[in-house]
C-alpha cells in the first residue's frame, strides 16, 4: 500500500495567515492527489484534485501543488470557515489511502 | 444537485454481515464510479472501494475477503456488504460519487452525510 504521511498533525493559526500543509507519499504518485476539508460530524468536501486543480466551487484561497512524493495544501489568507481537517488521498493506486489528517486549528 | 444517502442498521453483532444502502438522488447513478469509505472514532479515513454503475468493482485488498459492493440501477442505489464484523469495523460508513476529471484524475466529489455502525453484542 501507498503510505500517505501529512506535517504537521496540527497547527494553531490565525484568521488571514498564510496556512501550508504538507503531504509526503511513499513513493511516488505522479500528481495523482486530492485534497479534502472535514468539519466535525460532516462528510469530506473535495478541494483539490490531480494535485492542484480547484474543485468547482472552492475559494481561490486554496491552493495545491506538488508532484512525486511530496505536495502542499496552501491556504493563503486562513477564513474562520476553513477551521477544520485537511486529508490528502492518493488516487495512483490500489488500495487508495488518506493521510492522516492535519487538525487547523483557532490560535 | 446530487444527493446521496447511507441507510442500515446502526447496530450489528460480532460476526454478522454489515450492510448499508446509498441512495442517489438528483441525477443517475449512470455513467459514475461510486464508493464506500469509513472512518473508526477518532481516526483517519479508510478506502472500502467502489462500483461502476455497470457493476465492475475495486475493493481494497485488506477487506477484499469479506467485502460485496453491488449496485441496483432500477432504484438509483448501491449497497455494501461486509461479512464477519468484529469491534474494528465500527466507524462511520459514507458513501461517495467518484468523478473522472480526465486525464486519470479522479476525485470524490459528492459524499452522503455518514452513517454510524457500531460493532457490538
Known amino acids: 500500500d501507498i503510505q500517505m504521511t501529512q506535517s504537521p498533525s496540527s497547527l494553531s493559526a490565525s484568521v488571514g495567515d498564510r496556512v501550508t500543509i504538507t503531504c509526503r507519499a511513499s513513493q511516488s504518485i505522479s500528481t495523482y492527489l486530492n485534497w479534502y476539508q472535514q468539519k466535525p460530524g460532516k462528510a469530506p468536501k473535495l478541494l483539490i484534485y490531480?494535485?492542484?486543480s480547484l474543485q468547482s466551487g472552492v475559494p481561490s484561497r486554496f491552493s495545491g501543488s506538488g508532484s512525486g512524493t511530496d505536495f502542499t495544501l496552501t491556504i493563503s489568507s486562513l477564513q474562520p470557515e476553513d477551521f477544520a481537517t485537511y486529508c490528502c488521498?492518493?488516487?495512483?493506486?490500489?488500495?487508495?489511502?488518506f493521510g492522516q489528517g492535519t487538525k487547523v486549528e483557532i490560535k | 444537485q446530487v444527493q446521496l444517502q447511507e441507510s442500515g442498521p446502526g447496530l450489528v453483532k460480532p460476526s454478522e454481515t454489515l450492510s448499508l444502502t446509498c441512495t442517489v438522488s438528483g441525477g443517475s447513478i449512470s455513467t459514475y464510479y461510486w464508493s464506500w469509505i469509513r472512518q473508526p472514532p477518532g481516526k483517519g479515513l479508510e478506502w472500502i472501494g467502489y462500483i461502476y454503475y455497470s457493476g465492475s468493482t475495486n475493493y481494497n485488498p485488506s477487506l477484499k475477503s469479506r467485502v460485496t459492493i453491488s449496485v441496483d440501477t432500477s432504484k438509483n442505489q448501491f449497497s455494501l456488504r461486509l461479512s464477519s464484523v468484529t469491534a474494528a469495523d465500527t466507524a462511520v460508513y459514507y458513501c461517495a460519487r467518484r468523478t473522472d476529471y480526465g486525464s486519470g484524475y479522479y476525485g470524490m466529489d459528492v459524499w452522503g452525510q455518514g452513517t454510524t455502525v457500531t460493532v457490538s453484542s
Open positions: 488521498q492518493q488516487s495512483y493506486g490500489t488500495p487508495r489511502t
Open positions: 490531480g494535485a492542484s
